[in-house]
């Protein structure tokens, strides 16, 4: 899709499905490329572990080479998204289930969490990438709840593996710019489910 977000202040965070992190550098350098400001948050776990999909210094680096900006890491530097306005709108791709679990519940004890806290405050649109394998288990009525939300849109989602891993549900990546561009307009881009 194409699209122009010249002038518009992206918030992205990545929590902790490491397994999405290729899809969601891609959006990070399609928003760059699309004219966008772009703020990378990280949640504590993609801030400090090294796993099979790369190091925490690795992913920094490459956040850092595509924005421009310096890494959002803590609480403290998360919260003055709310009170300053910094942002025009928030992306957590990948979303886990935990934390959709947290938002859902208002919960704020990691700087992604904190950063959705302070950029609602603003009546601002929160973009959610879920990316769980609990979606269609315990995960759901935090899914559920959130659907209901002012200001919370997502990315069309679906089953990635209903045979091996039935309760699973990712984002559809090729709709995030969509997503995020209709969240803009104050509206959910359709179908939800695809």
Do not use: W
């Not at 999909?53 to 890494?71: D, M, N, S, Y």
């Not at 959002?72 to 919260?79: D, G």
């Not at 979303?95 to 004890?109: E, Q, V, Y």
């Not at 009525?141 to 045979?163: E, S």
């Amino acid at each position: 899709m194409k699209t122009n977000f010249e002038g518009k202040r992206v918030g992205f965070a990545l929590t902790g499905s490491f397994c999405t992190f290729d899809m969601a550098l891609a959006v990070v350098e399609d928003l760059v490329k699309a004219g966008a400001e772009v703020m990378p948050i990280l949640s504590y776990s993609v801030a400090t572990m090294d796993t099979k999909f790369g190091t925490a210094e690795g992913i920094k680096k490459r956040l850092t080479e595509l924005t421009g900006q310096p890494v959002v890491e803590t609480i403290a530097e998360a919260e003055p998204i709310g009170p300053a306005k910094l942002l025009d709108i928030l992306v957590v791709l990948p979303a886990t289930g935990n934390t959709l679990a947290k938002i859902a519940c208002g919960i704020t004890d990691t700087s992604v969490t904190m950063a959705v806290k302070a950029h609602l405050r603003n009546n601002r649109p929160v973009v959610l990438g879920l990316s769980s394998n609990d979606a269609l288990g315990n995960s759901a009525k935090n899914i559920g709840m959130l659907l209901g939300m002012r200001n919370i849109y997502f990315v069309p989602f679906g089953q990635d593996n209903p045979h091996e891993k039935p309760r699973s549900m990712v984002l559809r990546g090729e709709y995030t710019l969509a997503a995020i561009d209709e969240a803009l307009h104050g509206r959910q881009v359709q179908p939800i489910l695809a």
